[in-house]
C-alpha cells in the first residue's frame, strides 16, 4: 500500500508586507496524529505562518496541499471548513458570553423552527469538555471568569465543534503553571491519539521534547530545518538554528556589588496581604539586588507586585521605600518614591501600541520636556532615543510604532521608560513572556546591568530557571504565603516544585 500523504505540505510560501518580507520561502510538513513545533525566534515569520494557515493573509508564492490536494486558504471560514482551527496566544474568548456560546460561536445549534437552542449548546459544549478531560468546566459559566488554562480548553472545545483535523497553538502554555501545562499536554496526546494534527509553537525548549514529534526552525523567514526528530534533537542545536550562534551561557554571572549585602533594603514590604489573594508577606530589596518570587500561578506573586506598585489596595499592612511608607493604593506615590512596574501583560497594560518608542518611552516624564505648556518634542525624542540605546533597543528609530517591535524590544521600551524617570525600584512581572531565546539572554543581561548599576528588582516568572538564573534571593510562595527564603544557588526547580506544591511556612 502506498504511504498515506502528509495532511499539510506548504511548500516554497513567500509573504511580503511593505517593507518587509515576511515570509522567503517557508516549507512545513505534518502528518495525522503528529505534535509538530514550530521554532523560530520574534520575526522569524511564525505569526504570518499562522494567519496564512487560518485564512487571514494570502501567500504571495508557493504552494498549499491537505491530504494531497491543492487547496486556497481564502479566509478563515475556508481554513475552518478543511478543518484547521487556530487558538492564538491572545485568546479571543467573547468574555461576556457563556461557555457554550463561545464554543458554537458562528454554528450555534437551532431548533426546528431555527431558533438557537441554548440546550443544545450546553449539552454538546459538556460533551465537547468531557471528551478534552475538562467536565468540571460549566457550560453555562461566563469565559471572562474562567482561569487562563481554562479558557484554553474551551478554545480548543470550539476548534474541536467545526471537525477539527488540525490545530495550530500559538504559545499555549505561557500563562499556565506547571500542573495545567501538564494537562495541556495530555489534552494534547488525547487528541493526537485520535489522529489530530497539533502545529505547537512555542519558546519554551524544555517542553519541545516533552511533547513534541517532529520540529521545524525558522530563521529570517526561511526554513532552516525541518521535520527533526524532536525526542533526539538537542536545545544547543535549536538555539543555534534559532539565531545562527550558539548561546552558551543564558544567564550573565552574578556580580557581588560591593555593599550591596550590607546596604540598607530600599524597599521593605511589612505584613503586606489583601484578603484572598496572598499574605501576611514581608520582605526586602536592597540596591543592586535581584529578588525574585517564585510559585504557581494563583499563588499571589503578580498581586504582591499591583499591591506594591499602588495598583491594588492592600488590606493590611505596609509598602516602606527608605524607610518612609507609602501612602496605599497610590500609584503616584509609588512613581514619586522610585517605583516602576513592568507588567505582566504589557501591550494591555504597558505599553502604548498605536503610539511611537518616543512616546511610550518619555509618557512619565512629559513635564521635563514642557516650557509654558508646549512639548518640546526634539528634546523628548533625543531624550527617548539616549534611554533606548542604553538598553540597545532595536531598530534604532525612537519614531517606529511601538507594535511594529519583538515581544523583547517592547519590554526593552517599557524598562526605557522607566531608567528616563530614574526609578531606584523596579518590578518586573513575567519580563521575558512572549520572547524568544536569542532576546531572553539579552533582555537577562539587561536586567543583571540595571541591578548592578544600584537597581533593587523584584522579579515574578512562571519559569522556575528563569527566578534561579537571574536572582541573588528568592522567595518561594504557595497560597499566597512565604514558604521559603534562600539565596537562589542553594535552590534548583525540583526543590521550588516541592515547596510550592506541598510547602509550609518557614521562619
Known amino acids: ?56 493573509h494570502q501567500p504571495d508564492e508557493g504552494r498549499i496541499t491537505w491530504r494531497g490536494e491543492k487547496v486556497s486558504l481564502g479566509s478563515p471560514i475556508a481554513a475552518m471548513r478543511l478543518g484547521i482551527a487556530t487558538i492564538y496566544q491572545e485568546l479571543d474568548l467573547v468574555e461576556g458570553l457563556s461557555v457554550a456560546e463561545n464554543i458554537f460561536l458562528g454554528h450555534e445549534p437551532t431548533t426546528a423552527r431555527l431558533f ?64 495545567e501545562v501538564d494537562n495541556l499536554f495530555r489534552t494534547v496526546r488525547d487528541l493526537t491519539a485520535e489522529g489530530v494534527a497539533v502545529i505547537y509553537i512555542s519558546h519554551r525548549l524544555e517542553e519541545i521534547r516533552r511533547i513534541g514529534d517532529r520540529v521545524t526552525v525558522l530563521k529570517d523567514g526561511r526554513t532552516v530545518a525541518g521535520g527533526l526528530p524532536a525526542k533526539s534533537t538537542s536545545a544547543d542545536m535549536v538555539v543555534t538554528l534559532m539565531t545562527g550562534r550558539t548561546v552558551q551561557h543564558v544567564f550573565p554571572p552574578r556580580t557581588h556589588r560591593a555593599g550591596a549585602s550590607t546596604a540598607e533594603p530600599v524597599l521593605r514590604v511589612e505584613g503586606l496581604a489583601r484578603q484572598g489573594e496572598f499574605g501576611p508577606v514581608d520582605l526586602e530589596v536592597r540596591p543592586g539586588e535581584i529578588v525574585g518570587l517564585a510559585g504557581l500561578v494563583g499563588s499571589g506573586r503578580s498581586e504582591i507586585l499591583e499591591t506594591v506598585y499602588g495598583a491594588r489596595r492592600p488590606t493590611a499592612g505596609r509598602v516602606v521605600v527608605d524607610g518612609v511608607p507609602l501612602r ?35 509618557v512619565s516624564t512629559l513635564s521635563q520636556f514642557s516650557r509654558g505648556g508646549w512639548l518640546d518634542r526634539r528634546r523628548e525624542r533625543d531624550a527617548a532615543q539616549r534611554a533606548t540605546r542604553a538598553l540597545s533597543l532595536r531598530p534604532d528609530n525612537p519614531d517606529v510604532p511601538v507594535r511594529n517591535l519583538s515581544g523583547g524590544n517592547q519590554q ?9 524617570r530614574n526609578c531606584r525600584i523596579l518590578l518586573l512581572d513575567e519580563p521575558t513572556r512572549g520572547v524568544d531565546v536569542g532576546a531572553r539572554a539579552e533582555l537577562y543581561a ?53 515547596l510550592v506544591m506541598e510547602g509550609s511556612p518557614t521562619a
Do not use: Y
Request: proline content about 5%; overall charge negative; aromatic content about 0%.
Open 328 to 362: 496605599p493604593a497610590s500609584v503616584r506615590a509609588a512613581v514619586r518614591a522610585g517605583i516602576g512596574l513592568a507588567p505582566e501583560e504589557r501591550k494591555a497594560q504597558g505599553l502604548l501600541m498605536m503610539e511611537s518608542v518616543t512616546r511610550n518611552v518619555t
Open 116 to 179: 438557537v437552542s441554548t440546550r443544545a449548546a450546553r449539552t454538546g459544549a459538556s460533551e465537547l469538555l468531557e471528551r478534552l478531560g475538562h467536565g468540571e468546566i460549566d457550560p453555562a459559566r461566563q469565559a471572562g471568569d474562567l482561569s487562563a488554562a481554562q479558557q484554553q480548553i474551551v478554545s480548543m472545545a470550539r476548534a474541536l465543534s467545526h471537525e477539527v483535523r488540525l490545530i495550530v497553538m500559538d504559545e499555549p502554555s505561557a500563562a499556565l503553571d506547571p500542573e
Open 1 to 56: 500500500m502506498a504511504p498515506e500523504p502528509p495532511l499539510l505540505t506548504m511548500s516554497g510560501i513567500t509573504k511580503a508586507f511593505p517593507g518587509v518580507r515576511a515570509l522567503d520561502g517557508v516549507d512545513l510538513e505534518v502528518r495525522a496524529g503528529d505534535v509538530h513545533c514550530v521554532l523560530g525566534q520574534n520575526g522569524a515569520g511564525k505569526s504570518t505562518l499562522i494567519k496564512i494557515l487560518a485564512g487571514v
Open 446 to 498: 539587561v536586567i543583571r546591568q540595571l541591578a548592578d548599576d544600584g537597581l533593587a528588582v523584584l522579579l515574578v516568572s512562571s519559569e522556575v530557571p528563569e527566578v534561579l538564573g537571574l536572582a541573588d534571593r528568592v522567595l518561594v510562595l504557595r497560597e499566597g504565603t512565604v514558604v521559603h527564603t534562600c539565596d537562589a544557588r542553594e535552590l534548583d526547580e525540583h526543590r521550588v516544585l516541592d
Open 412 to 420: 526593552k521600551a517599557v524598562l526605557a521608560r522607566w531608567l528616563l
